[in-house]
């Protein structure tokens, strides 16, 4: 009986994970002034989280769509947006610079309903 509850106490919280919608997030960190790549397909930003150290830079920010619809990446404080990139095709790329200053900032599509199908993120930019 003490295997039964010790091989259940090992396969609960692995299965617990499983089947979840949430799509794998991933964080790059950069310094200030370095560019940053991410990748957008249905329905996800890869990273979907960057941290930039060293103070507020001109974020060098590509979005490669890799997806088959259009996309794009905005770049909000609260609500008001301060950069980003227009709409474009699937199997483009497209680059822009942003000026950011030290704080929080959400990354988002908003193509459609695409923010609220998972295509957010967050971007850090710290001292």
Known sequence: MRWLITALGVAL???AGCGSDDAPTRTVRVGAGEPVRVSASEYAFDPSRIIVSGGPPR???TLDNQ????????VLEGETEIGGLPSFPGG????TTVRVETGRYRLVCTVADHEELGMAGELQVRP
């Open 92 to 95: 483009e790329e497209r680059t």
């Open 67 to 74: 997806g088959d619809l259009a996309h794009n990446i905005k």
């Open 59 to 61: 974020l060098r920010l």
């Open 13 to 15: 919280p692995a299965l």
